[in-house]
C-alpha cells in the first residue's frame, strides 16, 4: 500500500501538467477575477475575495479528477492494474495507495491557494479547525469522486470530458462563480443537491460569519458521505476495471 | 506441483475455457501453446491468481487457490506479456516497489535487487529512467521485478514478444538459470521453436478446450510421424503416394513413412531410375506446429 502510494506520489510530483492545472491556473483566475470584481461598489472588498478564492480553489479541486483519470487509464492500458492484481496486495490497499498522493496534492493545494489569498489579499481564515476539516473533507469528495470517475470510464479523453462537465457545470450551479442568491430558484434548488454548493457555504460561515464545526456539520456530512459513494463505486466497479485491463 | 482442476471461464455467453484440468511437477517448464483467442490469456490470468471468478479449483502445493489465495500469490511471479513499468521513474524506484509489494524491505531488498540486477544485467543502469531503455532492456527488468521475492512458480506470458535476438538469449539463459534452481515455470508462447527449446512438458489450448496435454516427446511420438520432405521437378503427388501417404506442404511434399531412412533410399533410386532431379530431399523432423495441425486440421499461425 505504502509502495503505491509512495511510487504515485514521485510521478506526481514529476507532472508537469498537474502542477499547471492544480496551482499556476487557479492563481492566474484568482487574480484576474479579483482585479474584475473589487471594482464594484456594490459589494465589499472582503464579500470579493471571500466568493473567488475559496470558489476558484473548490472549482479546480475539482481538476485532480483529471490526473486520477489519467493515471488509472494508463495503468489499466499498459496493463499495471493486472500486474498489480497478480501481488499479494488487497484491492483495498491498491485503492488506499492510489489515493492518499492525490488527497495529499488536493490539501497543498487548498493550503497554497488559501495563503496566496491571505498573503496577497488580506483573506480572513477564521475557525482554522472547523477550516481544516471542511478542506479535508472537500479533498475526500474530490478524489472520492475521481476515483469512481477514473474506474468507470473506457477512456481517457471521457474522463476528461465528464470532469470538466462535473467542475465546470458544479462551479456555474453550485454559485462558485457567482452567488446562488442571483439565480432563479430552480437552480438555487438544484445547488444544493451539488458538492461545491456545500463547500462554499462552508467556507462562507467560517470566513464571513466567523462559524464553527457546529455550524459546518451538515456541510461536512455531505461531503463525506458523497466522497465515501465515491470510493464505493469505484470499489464496486473494479472487478470489471480489471477485466478491462490488459496483460 | 499446480493441479488444474475442471477450470471453466465464461464472458457473458462466450465460454473462454471449457473444462479445462492437467498437472504440472514441480521444478518443470510447462508450455502453454495455442493461436490468438484460444483461452491462453484467460488461463494465464487465472492462475497467475488475477482473475478470481471462475469455476473449477487449482491447487498449489498445499494450499487451494478458492481458500489461500494470498499465500499462493506470494509463490507467483508473474511476467506479463505487456511491459508493465513505471517509466518516469528508474530502473532501481522500480524493483523497490514490486520489492515492497512482496513484502521485501531494507537490506533483504538491496540484497535482492543486486542479485536480480546481476541476473539481468542491468546493474550498470540501475539508476537510469526505464524510459531511457531498449525494448530488450525493458523485458528483462519486467521479468526482474516478477523474480526479487524467490517465487517458487514463474508465469511467463509470452516474454519475447518484439525484442532482439540478444535479449531473447539473455532471457533464456535466466529460465535455464530458474529452471536449474528447480523452479516451476509455466511459459506462454506463439514461437514454437522456443516451447520446443524450453519446455518439458506442453498442454495444447484451442477454442477454450485443452487438446492435448502430456511431455514433449510423448506428444511428438504420438502425433507427428517421422517423415521426409521432397521438392523438385517431376516430383508429383501421384508417384509419392506409392511410398506412403503424401500431402503437398510449402513448396514440396511431405512423404509419411515409418521407416523413413528405408524410404529415402527407395526414393533416390526410383528417382536415378526415371532421371527425376529432387532440389530438396530431406528428413523432416516432427514439430509441435505438426501436432497441433494434426489435432485441429488448421495451422497455428492460421488458427
Known amino acids: 500500500m505504502w509502495a503505491i502510494a509512495r511510487t ?47 470558489g476558484y480553489t473548490i472549482m479546480f479541486a475539482f481538476f485532480i479528477m483529471i ?17 498489480i492484481a497478480s501481488t499479494p496486495l488487497s484491492i483495498h490497499q491498491y485503492f488506499f495507495g492510489k489515493w492518499l498522493p492525490f ?35 472537500l479533498a475526500f469528495i474530490v478524489t472520492g469522486w475521481g476515483m469512481a470517475m477514473a ?20 462551479a456555474l450551479l453550485g454559485g462558485l462563480w457567482m452567488p446562488v442568491e442571483f439565480m432563479p430558484e430552480v437552480v438555487q434548488n438544484i ?9 462554499l457555504q462552508g467556507y462562507k460561515e467560517i470566513i464571513l460569519s466567523g462559524g464553527g464545526v457546529g455550524d459546518i ?6 461531503l463525506i458521505v458523497a466522497g465515501v459513494a465515491g470510493g464505493v463505486l469505484a470499489l464496486v466497479s473494479y472487478p470489471r476495471f480489471l477485466r478491462q485491463s490488459r496483460s | 506441483m499446480i493441479k488444474v482442476e475442471n477450470i471453466s471461464k465464461h464472458y457473458g455467453t462466450l465460454q473462454a475455457l471449457d473444462n479445462i484440468s492437467f498437472t504440472i511437477n514441480e521444478g518443470t517448464c510447462f508450455g502453454l501453446v495455442g493461436p490468438n483467442g484460444a483461452g491462453k490469456s484467460t488461463l494465464m490470468k487465472i492462475l497467475s491468481g488475477i482473475l478470481l471468478n471462475f469455476d473449477g479449483d487449482i491447487h498449489v502445493r498445499d494450499w487451494q487457490v478458492s481458500k489461500d489465495r494470498l499465500k499462493i500469490k506470494q509463490q507467483i511471479g508473474y511476467i506479463p506479456q505487456e511491459i508493465c513499468l513505471e517509466d518516469t521513474l528508474t530502473a532501481r524506484d522500480n524493483l523497490i516497489l514490486f520489492g515492497n509489494l512482496y ?64 535479449s531473447r538469449n539473455s532471457i533464456f539463459s535466466i529460465i535455464h538459470q530458474l529452471k536449474a534452481e528447480g523452479s516451476t ?18 498442454g495444447l489450448i484451442d477454442k477454450g478446450q485443452l487438446m492435448e496435454f502430456g511431455r514433449m516427446e510423448e506428444l511428438l511420438e504420438k502425433y507427428a510421424k517421422p517423415s521426409l520432405f521432397i521438392a523438385g521437378e517431376g516430383i508429383e503427388l501421384g508417384m509419392l503416394q506409392s511410398f506412403g501417404e503424401a500431402e503437398a506442404k510449402g513448396n514440396g511434399y511431405l512423404l509419411n513413412s515409418e521407416e523413413p531412412l528405408l524410404t529415402l533410399e527407395k526414393l533416390v533410386a526410383h528417382c536415378r531410375e526415371h532421371r527425376l532431379e529432387p532440389r530438396r530431399l530431406e528428413l523432416y523432423h516432427p514439430r509441435l506446429e505438426d501436432i497441433f495441425f494434426n489435432l485441429t486440421g488448421t495451422q497455428l499461425r492460421d488458427a
Open chain 2, 185 to 202: 515455470i509455466i511459459y506462454s508462447s506463439h514461437y514454437m521453436e522456443e516451447v520446443e527449446q524450453l519446455c518439458d512438458s506442453i
Open chain 2, 103 to 166: 513484502g521485501l524491505k531494507g537490506k533483504e531488498l538491496q540484497h535482492r535487487m543486486d542479485e536480480v540486477l546481476d541476473q539481468i544485467g542491468l546493474t550498470d543502469r540501475v539508476k537510469d529512467k526505464v524510459v531511457t531503455f531498449s525494448g530488450g532492456m525493458k523485458r528483462r527488468l519486467n521479468i526482474g521485478c516478477a523474480l526479487l521475492h524467490k517465487p517458487g512458480i514463474v508465469i511467463m506470458d509470452e516474454p519475447t514478444v518484439g525484442i532482439d535476438p540478444q
Open chain 1, 103 to 137: 488527497m495529499i496534492v488536493v490539501l497543498v493545494q487548498i493550503t497554497v491557494l488559501f495563503g496566496f489569498g491571505v498573503v496577497v489579499y488580506d483573506l480572513p481564515l477564521g475557525d482554522p479547525f472547523a477550516l481544516i476539516l471542511l478542506s479535508l473533507a
Open chain 1, 191 to 199: 445547488s444544493k443537491a451539488l458538492p461545491q454548493y456545500w463547500a
Open chain 1, 8 to 54: 504515485e506520489l514521485k510521478k506526481t510530483v514529476q507532472d508537469k501538467g498537474l502542477w499547471f492545472w492544480t496551482f499556476v491556473l487557479p492563481i492566474v483566475f484568482i487574480v484576474a477575477f479579483v482585479a474584475i470584481f473589487s471594482g464594484d461598489e456594490s459589494t465589499s472588498y472582503k464579500e470579493v475575495v471571500t466568493q473567488i478564492i475559496p
Open chain 1, 151 to 170: 474506474v468507470i470510464v473506457r477512456t481517457e479523453n471521457m474522463g476528461i470530458a465528464m470532469t470538466q462537465i462535473l467542475a465546470l457545470g458544479g
Open chain 1, 67 to 83: 490526473s486520477m483519470v489519467i493515471v488509472f487509464v494508463k495503468d489499466r492500458e499498459r496493463g499495471m492494474v493486472a500486474r
Open chain 1, 217 to 222: 456539520w451538515f456541510h461536512l456530512v455531505f
